[in-house]
């Protein structure tokens, strides 16, 4: 097995998992526990493709690696077909960070393994419960959306918003990062335009280089959800993220 280094980008997976996961390291990156199961894997070390004499089309140590029983991975793969069991641990289906969409897929796969808890997850053999869990676990959702907020044109909410996180799809914690980058007020966003400021929030911390905050950064600014914007801003937001990445 390929030894995987500690995370630096794709910790922003975190954001979309209940409040009360447990990490671990695991493969030189960090194992996700939630109600007693491993749900997810990630970890960053690209450039590994070769095992046991075979070479993989992707990088073997980088990515999301999504834990499930052989028994349901026929079910899983019907709604993701993009999965594919990891060369190494192939118990497991795997996400290669080399992905097209990654940022978008990973994040469909981790809020449908908290609906599923009957196809997603495993028990570590120490923890596995004597009956079966039917009830499914509750989804993760985003920020709730200030009613005052709700179905308003991008320039009155941004006209009304007193912080950061009043806009939508930034929150607490995205707003501690802009107050990293010097981004203190709403005014300073919107003067500085979606590019200048994942700029700075790169160069205050490497972390924020992930094309799914550059996502929720221009959708602040139409007052949309991330994933709605249009696909020219997304791919905007691709090239922009990957041009930081080589700086």
């Known amino acids: 097995m390929g030894k995987a280094k500690d995370i630096s980008f794709l910790d922003w997976v975190e954001e979309a998992l209940p409040a009360d996961f447990s990490r671990k390291h695991m493969f030189g990156g960090y194992a996700y526990y939630y109600e007693s199961r491993l749900i997810l894997v990630i970890f960053e070390s690209p450039g590994e493709k070769t095992y046991k ?94 009613s005052m907020f709700s179905d308003e044109p991008a320039e009155q909410r941004i006209q009304r918003a007193k912080k950061i996180s009043d806009l939508l799809n930034l929150g607490p914690v995205s707003e501690k990062e802009f107050h990293k980058a010097g981004i203190k007020t709403v005014s300073q966003f919107v003067k500085l335009g979606w590019k200048k400021t ?14 799914v905050f550059a996502y929720a950064v221009i959708g602040a600014l139409q007052n949309i ?20 990445k080589s700086k």
């Open 225 to 244: 959800e991330w994933n709605a914007i249009s696909a020219a801003d997304k791919e905007q937001a691709r090239e922009l993220m990957k041009s930081l």
């Open 53 to 146: 004499g075979r070479r993989a089309d992707f990088d073997l140590w980088d990515g999301c690696l999504f834990p499930a029983e052989r028994e349901h991975h026929e079910a899983i793969k019907k709604l993701f077909p993009i999965l594919v069991n990891h060369p190494v641990l192939g118990k497991w289906l795997y996400l290669p960070q080399q992905t097209e969409d990654f940022e978008e897929v990973a994040t469909r796969v981790i809020r449908q393994l908290l609906r599923r808890a009957d196809l997603f997850g495993v028990y570590p053999k120490s923890k596995k419960p004597k009956t079966t869990r039917k009830e499914p676990i509750e989804a993760w959702k985003p920020t709730p959306i200030p």
């Open 198 to 211: 994942m700029v700075k929030l790169v160069k205050a911390n490497r972390r924020n280089r992930h094309a």
